[in-house]
């Protein structure tokens, strides 16, 4: 039996920003998987994530299987890499009894997305697997809806930056051209706030964090206060713009 793996972008959190074609392709597979996170012990913390809340608006409970990744897992790697490789394992058990399994994220599955790693895993351990993907609704789309901010007009560029990778690339980013979107700032708010300020971009920059649910936050940057605030959050920097409209496309 040919067995084939998707990756469905769930979008930020919002149900109503899954895409028709990602609900069909949740609701024909056989089997649903949503990424949790794993508990000290390694084993399935019970914290319900965004893709599992998403995914229950559109398939029923029994059809869902929580596989855990070390998702909260910094600093050891060898624990991270064994999380993912059980992960694999299990998926691949999954692909065995059944033809289509669907893998369901938020944001885009190509966009800084744990499917990439999964896929990489089941092509090893699964050779002639179908690997296809459905886009999904990314949060700078999704805050820049919501806040009115504009991603880009003309030639602009747009710049995505994952903080996780350091506030320098971010500083860097915002001394360059064009908007600079930041992914997963929360825990760095105050030296995301200090880079803001240095680029003289933080009047017009937005942030926001859980998106289209009940706690969500949408705020101007320039209220960053240092706090920390929820891994997850994403900020949006405007292009410096002269008022003028009519840009080239």
Wanted: glycine fraction near 12%; avoid cysteine.
């Amino acid at each position: 039996m040919s067995s084939k793996l998707i990756g469905v972008g769930v979008g930020p959190g919002d149900p109503e920003l899954v895409t028709v074609k990602g609900v069909n392709a949740l609701r024909t597979a056989e089997v649903v998987v949503v990424p949790v996170m794993a508990a000290p012990d390694g084993k399935d913390g019970g914290e319900r994530g965004r893709a599992e809340a998403t995914v229950l608006h559109y398939v029923p409970e029994e059809k869902v299987v929580r596989v855990v990744f070390a998702l909260n897992e910094r600093s050891d790697r060898e624990r991270r890499e064994a999380a993912w490789d059980a992960a694999g394992a299990r998926v691949a058990g999954l692909l065995g009894r059944h033809g289509t399994v669907a893998f369901a994220t938020i944001g885009d599955p190509n966009v800084y997305s744990t499917f990439t790693y999964l896929a990489h895993t089941i092509a090893e351990l699964v050779p002639g697997t179908v690997v296809e993907t459905v886009p999904g609704i990314t949060a700078m789309q999704d805050l820049a809806a919501r806040s009115g901010a504009v991603l880009t007009e003309g030639t602009e560029p747009l710049t995505l930056v994952p903080v996780t990778a350091g506030s320098a690339v971010l500083k860097d980013a915002l001394n360059g051209p064009g908007t600079v979107v930041a992914y997963k700032f929360g825990r760095q708010a105050a030296e995301v706030a200090e880079a803001l300020r240095d680029s003289g971009r933080i009047d017009d920059a937005v942030w926001g964090s859980a998106l289209g649910l009940e706690d969500e936050s949408i705020r101007p940057a320039g209220e960053l206060d240092g706090e920390p605030l929820p891994y997850l959050s994403t900020l949006i920097a405007p292009a410096t713009r002269d008022g003028k409209r009519g840009g080239k496309l």
